[in-house]
């Protein structure tokens, strides 16, 4: 699954460093990013997650809240409803829950999906997978089979929502179950796990993730729905992806860290392409210093997609935001404010918005606050 927080050195593996433009970044013009207003619990530590703007006076950012002590961690999702963000309550499940991911498909429609840890008498902690419903008063709890956790949603409407994490679950109006899907290794032992989930109609489903093909090597894998069965797609080597979005049958994307040849070598950021055929890496600039990834990617169009990670640093604060735009013929880097390390986990471009959202944390901001970032 995706990593809560992804280490800043991996082992090393298949390198395709040389998509890489040798070039540094090419910027784009700053100041377009601006952090906006966001409700701070004040505690030890908050970050955002996952945010899913649908319409731009209607968007869900969700991640969890990490308070002092032995305090359990609790969920905490923000709404937007066009002029501010304002703290909307999640029921607390057990001794610590947290949100990965959320999406809605109507003002009274939206999933947030995560993990719940339990203590039961006797019995090492648990964790297992959440689901959150909003009905466009308040979040419900609503039960989902199996153990582990869901890292991401996408909602397709009240009758149809799919979430991944260690495994698939599928929302058919009625309940969540469990779904059968194609295993990446050729053994068929270790499904391996998923980051992401991107649906843009009923029969055009993607869901990507990582799994290890042998000892200490860790490759990409992705899968798709037609609207009948799920099917394995291969994705090229020497990369992990943390995130997918789609705007057609031939034009998606996804986005990650090409893997090291060297432990000497930086993480560079991957940008994969979908052309309706096969999955192929494009180029995009390289990010000068320790490197860095992308875990966030959405799309408005075939020619406004943006995608956001951290940029990582020798020193303190260590990370920087990392922000890349492709406008239908290259991906170039672009500016954002960097005043308290912002460390970004998520980003949204919706088509028939003019609202992108990009959240995380303020790394360097004790106690260590929420971060929202938006362009318009």
């Keep these: 699954m995706r990593p809560r927080r992804l280490p800043l050195a991996l082992t090393a593996t298949a390198t395709i460093t040389a998509v890489i433009a040798a070039t540094g970044p090419a910027l784009a ?50 709404h937007w409803t066009g002029t501010a963000w304002a703290d909307v309550p999640v029921p607390l499940q057990g001794i610590g829950t947290r949100l990965w991911g959320v999406s809605g498909s109507a003002a009274d429609d939206a999933w947030a999906v995560g993990s719940v840890s339990t203590h039961p008498p006797g019995y ?56 059968t899907t194609p295993s990446p290794n050729p053994s068929g032992v270790g499904a391996g796990s998923f980051t992401a989930i991107a649906a843009r109609s009923a029969n055009d489903v993607w869901a990507v993730g990582s799994f290890s093909p042998r000892r200490h090597v860790t490759a990409a894998f992705a899968i798709h729905f037609d609207g009948t069965a799920w099917s394995l797609v291969p994705m090229p080597a020497g990369l992990q992806v943390w995130s997918v979005t789609s705007v057609s049958a031939t034009d998606a994307w996804a986005v990650g860290q090409l893997n090291p040849a060297t432990v000497q070598d930086t993480i560079q950021p991957a940008m994969v392409h979908w052309n309706g055929t096969a999955w192929s890496v494009v180029a ?40 890349e735009h492709w406008n239908g013929t290259q991906w170039t880097q672009v500016a954002a404010p960097s005043a308290g390390a912002p460390d970004l986990w998520a980003v949204s471009a919706r088509p028939g918005t003019t609202h992108t959202w990009a959240v995380g944390d303020q790394a360097a901001v004790a106690p260590g606050t929420p971060l929202i970032l938006e362009r318009h």
Aim: hydrophobic share 45%; aromatic share 8%.
């Design 124 to 179: 090492s902690i648990l964790v297992s997978p959440i689901a959150m419903h909003w009905n466009g008063a308040a979040w419900t709890p609503v039960s989902v089979p199996g153990a582990g956790t869901l890292m991401g949603v996408a909602d397709l409407g009240p009758a149809n929502a799919w979430a991944v994490g260690d495994t698939v679950k599928h929302w058919d109006g009625t309940a969540w179950t469990s779904v």
């Design 29 to 78: 013009a700053a100041g377009a990013w601006s952090a906006v207003p966001v409700p701070n619990p004040d505690v030890q530590f908050t970050s955002l997650q996952s945010v899913d703007g649908r319409t731009d006076t209607d968007a869900w950012a969700v991640g969890y809240v990490q308070p002092p002590a032995a305090a359990p961690t609790y969920p905490i999702s923000l």
């Design 284 to 323: 995009g600039p390289a990010i000068p210093g320790n490197g860095g990834y992308l875990r966030g990617v959405s799309a408005r169009s075939s020619n406004d997609v943006w995608a956001v990670g951290p940029q990582l640093l020798g020193d303190t604060p260590y990370v920087a935001p990392l922000t």
